[in-house]
């Protein structure tokens, strides 16, 4: 649930790009943590929980992720209209939809692209989920990586090496980077 703002507040959004398994949900909560515990009114909203609910109706062909990404960047916008910082958590794979999303939130605010990057084999490593190894079996068609392609941003304005860092140490990364794009956050 959203909270008051603080009047000194600058609503943004930092997108969180990368193969599942990368980190993203993991370092956004840990920001929403450090922003919450500075004041700072925000929305974490995770590619998960929106396929759960707003997209549920939405498969993984290229069409249903555009509209996947093309609904979450809607709601990034009305957050931000709200005056909420938004964090996004999204594999978001391809370039297209990730400048589509960036075409319509900045309109609302700040835009800032994170491309939390993992090799495939570490994000294997870490599927709790079971979903790389569905994948693999055929379970799972279309998935992020395996059969379906993910095109790492070209110059995203982060870019984290997730494969040695804990999520604290990549939010931590976060945090300067938008202490310095922001001046105080």
Same mark, same amino acid.
């Given at each position: 649930?959203?909270?008051? +703002?603080?009047?000194?507040?600058?609503?943004?959004?930092?997108?969180?790009?990368?193969?599942?398994?990368?980190?993203? *949900?993991?370092?956004?909560?840990?920001?929403?943590?450090?922003? $919450?515990?500075?004041?700072?009114?925000?929305?974490?909203?995770?590619?998960?929980?929106?396929?759960?609910?707003?997209?549920? @109706?939405?498969?993984?062909?290229?069409?249903?992720?555009?509209?996947?990404?093309? $609904?979450?960047?809607?709601?990034?916008?009305?957050?931000?209209?709200?005056?909420? +910082?938004?964090?996004?958590?999204?594999?978001?794979?391809?370039?297209?939809?990730?400048?589509?999303? $960036?075409?319509?939130?900045?309109?609302?605010?700040?835009?800032?692209?994170?491309?939390?990057? *993992?090799?495939?084999?570490?994000?294997?490593? $870490?599927?709790?989920?079971?979903?790389?190894?569905?994948?693999?079996?055929?379970?799972?068609?279309?998935?992020?990586?395996?059969?379906?392609?993910?095109?790492?941003?070209?110059?995203? @304005?982060?870019?984290?090496?997730?494969?040695?860092?804990?999520?604290?140490?990549?939010?931590?990364?976060?945090?300067?980077?938008?202490?310095?794009?922001? +001046?105080?956050?």
């Amino acid at each position: 649930m959203p909270r008051m +703002i603080t009047s000194d507040q600058k609503p943004f959004v930092v997108w969180l790009t990368g193969l599942s398994g990368a980190g993203k *949900t993991s370092i956004a909560i840990e920001l929403e943590c450090e922003l $919450r515990a500075r004041g700072h009114a925000l929305v974490r909203l995770d590619g998960d929980v929106l396929r759960k609910g707003l997209c549920r @109706d939405l498969g993984f062909t290229p069409e249903d992720r555009a509209e996947n990404i093309r $609904r979450a960047a809607e709601v990034c916008g009305l957050l931000l209209d709200a005056g909420q +910082i938004v964090l996004a958590a999204f594999i978001s794979p391809f370039a297209a939809e990730r400048a589509q999303a $960036r075409a319509l939130i900045e309109p609302h605010g700040r835009f800032f692209e994170v491309f939390v990057d *993992t090799p495939l084999s570490v994000a294997e490593g $870490r599927d709790v989920k079971g979903l790389y190894r569905r994948a693999r079996s055929g379970e799972l068609p279309n998935f992020t990586g395996i059969d379906s392609p993910y095109e790492a941003p070209e110059a995203p @304005d982060l870019h984290l090496h997730t494969a040695g860092d804990t999520p604290t140490q990549s939010a931590a990364n976060v945090l300067t980077f938008l202490a310095w794009r922001l +001046i105080r956050i």
